[in-house]
């Protein structure tokens, strides 16, 4: 009876990380990049508890790529930020040939 809660926790660690490995498999590009590609979706995802470190940023963008992988792109191409106070990172999500 003890392997049953086991093998519950392993298949759970499993699908966590498989579903992060998709956003490690979406490119940041620059528009240029991009150009024979073609759009999927726009992304965003809001900075944790509005903080505007790189961290927090980089957690966001960790998101938004996830959700890229999700909808099928390869690449994303970040908007510019604007002002020092950001709440949200957003991009447009390409899927390009390889």
Do not use: Q
């Not at 992060?20 to 979406?26: E, I, L, T």
């Not at 759009?39 to 470190?53: E, G, I, L, Q, W």
């Amino acid at each position: 009876m003890k392997k049953r809660p086991f093998a519950v926790a392993v298949s759970i660690a499993l699908l966590c990380a498989a579903s992060s490995a998709g956003a490690h498999s979406v490119r940041d590009a620059k528009a240029e990049d991009v150009a024979n590609c073609t759009f999927v979706a726009d992304v965003s995802a809001p900075t944790t508890n509005r903080k505007h470190t790189r961290s927090a940023l980089g957690t966001a963008m960790e998101s938004a790529r996830k959700d890229a992988h999700e909808a099928g792109a390869t690449d994303v191409v970040w908007d510019k930020v604007t002002s020092a106070s950001v709440n949200s990172v957003t991009g447009k999500a390409y899927k390009c040939a390889k």
